[in-house]
Every structure is written in C-alpha cells, then in structure tokens.
C-alpha cells in the first residue's frame, strides 16, 4: 500500500468519524423545538415547502422528497426562483420549512417576508442563534455545533450531514404518528425494485379463470390449457374449486388420457394465495412447491377462487 493511499484512507475515516460524532451531537440536542415543528406540519392544512441554497438547497431537496414519499406533502422551492414568481407557490394554508447553516442567507429573505407577510408558520434550521432566520421564524432548531469534516472548516459537510439527518428524523417521526403502512408507501412508489417488492398479488392476478366442471372430459381440459395459456386448468364443483390439472398430472396419466374425466386427473386440494399477499411472497411459495401457477383466495374461503397468478407475470413486475 502507497503513502498516498495511506493518507486517503485516514482522510477517508477521519471524515466519516467526524461527521458520525456530529450525528451524536444532534441526538442529544433534540429538544421540544423539534417537537413544536412536527406539531405545525401536522397542524396545516397544504404542504411543506422546503428551501435552501447552494448545499443546503440540495438537502432541502431531498428533505421534501423524504416527506412527500412518506405521508406528508412536500415541495422544494428555490429561494432565487421564488423571488421571479414562485413565492405563489407558498400559501396560506403551507408551512415554510427553511435551511441555512449560517441562517443569513440573503437568498432567503424573500420567502422570510413573504411567510411574516401572510402568517404562514416558518420552522428554521440554522446553527446561529441570533441570526436572521432564528430571529424571524415560529420555531427555530438549532444544529449544535460540530467542526466541518474538512481541516480547513469551509466545505459544507458535516453540517449538510447533520441537516440531512434531522429531516428524516422529521419524516419518519411524521410518518410513525400518522401510521404510514407499506402499502401507503407502494403508492407513491409504483415504479422501480421498491415498487415491485411491494406489489401484492392483487395486483398482478388475473380474473378471468381457466376452470371446467370434475366431470368433464380431459379433451376439453386440454382444450383450456392450450386456450388460456397458464399451463394449468382448475377443476370445480358445485361448491367452487376442488383441484388442479397440471403438467405433472398429464404425465402421470398418459396412458389412456383421453378417457378420463377432468376429477379423475386432478390433484385435489390446490394450495392458494391470498389477494392481498404480497407478490413477493407468492413467488417464494411457487419456487418452493416448484410450481408456476397460484389460484388466489380467501385463506377462510379456499374453494371460492377469485383469479390466478402465474409466476411469469411476477417477473414481469420485477418481483423475483
């Protein structure tokens, strides 16, 4: 290993320790202000619009995006477009969440003026307490200070760190009150690995069902696998489904085939899914029973079949 890889890694792990040690600062510094913020989002009735410059604007980015995926509505708004017309973007009804390490930041005093001006509540985060921002806004939390992770204390990090931290802290803590569920968040997540690991079976099964009678003939069972192109064809009786004809069971039978009934090839008892099972737990089950094809039910109401899926479509979504 060369000095100068040397030197990275100390320098790499120097930063890291810091900004972590950072993180453990703000833990501690938490206080009933960070509670007074929650309490206005939770109270308005529009959005959060977030904002910030340079550095702190591309966290305050991401704060809104945090917030908007996770229950509460959220915009970013930037401080230099919002004095050419945005500030319409921020009305009565909004809460201004705005960031500035300094809390001087000048592109912010017109989003400060326009929230003193129209009586929308104002949370600041800043590490100054007697600056502007802390001095205008309804609820100011403080970032306790931490040196930058850079040795000169000029570059924006651990003090971005911090920031980032404290609005997922803010989210979740949103998110937790308001019992945001996994099914909240596939909502606003449809697309994408996130998506599909959340899809449940509901969503991907099909409702028009490749079925016929026990006492039909297995011609037409094989009519019907070739016809709907699932590979499988449920058996029914007068009281639903009963059993499964599947590929296996049409080798197990080759002989005289043709001369059975639908009831007599079957397997009996077909193992179902529930439609509000997630998809990925339907493929886990078929990769297990090493089969391609689920019939979905009620766990109370196994024989009412209600669509079927098959692993294909799974994969298709992604879900694997």
């Not at 886990?284 to 039910?297: G, P, Q, S």
């Amino acid at each position: 290993m060369t000095s100068s890889t040397t030197d990275f890694l100390a320098t790499g792990r120097r930063v890291i320790a810091r900004e972590a040690e950072a993180l453990g600062i703000l833990r501690g510094a938490l206080d009933e202000n960070f509670t007074r913020a929650l309490a206005l989002i939770m109270a308005a009735r529009g959005r959060v619009i977030v904002s910030g410059m340079g550095k702190s604007g591309h966290i305050a980015r991401k704060i809104a995006a945090t917030l908007a995926s996770t229950g509460t509505p959220a915009h970013f708004v930037h401080p230099a477009e919002a004095s050419h017309g945005d500030l319409g973007m921020l009305t009565k009804g909004d809460v201004a969440l705005l960031l500035s390490n300094s809390g001087e930041t000048p592109e912010l005093a017109d989003i400060i003026t326009h929230t003193r001006r129209f009586g929308i509540p104002l949370i600041g985060v800043a590490s100054k307490p007697g600056s502007s921002l802390v001095r205008q806004c309804d609820v100011a939390i403080l970032l306790p200070e931490a040196p930058e992770a850079c040795e000169t204390g000029i570059v924006p990090t651990t003090s971005t760190t911090m920031m980032l931290a404290l609005g997922d802290a803010m989210a979740i803590a949103l998110m937790e009150h308001r019992a945001f569920t996994p099914e909240h968040f596939r909502l606003f997540h449809p697309g994408g690995k996130l998506g599909a690991k959340l899809l449940k079976v509901r969503d991907l099964m099909h409702s028009d069902l490749p079925l016929i009678q026990q006492d039909s003939p297995m011609s037409e069972a094989l009519l019907v696998i070739s016809q709907r192109g699932f590979g499988v064809v449920g058996v029914t009786d007068a009281q639903g489904l009963v059993g499964i004809i599947t590929d296996g069971d049409l080798r197990r039978n080759m002989d005289g085939l043709l001369r059975l009934t639908a009831g007599q090839v079957m397997t009996r008892a077909p193992r179902t899914v529930a439609p509000d099972a997630l998809a990925e737990a339907a493929v886990a089950l078929m990769n297990d029973r090493k089969i391609t094809c689920l019939f979905v039910a009620q766990p109370d109401q196994p024989q009412q079949a209600l669509g079927i899926l098959h692993i294909h479509d799974c994969l298709r979504a992604g879900v694997v």
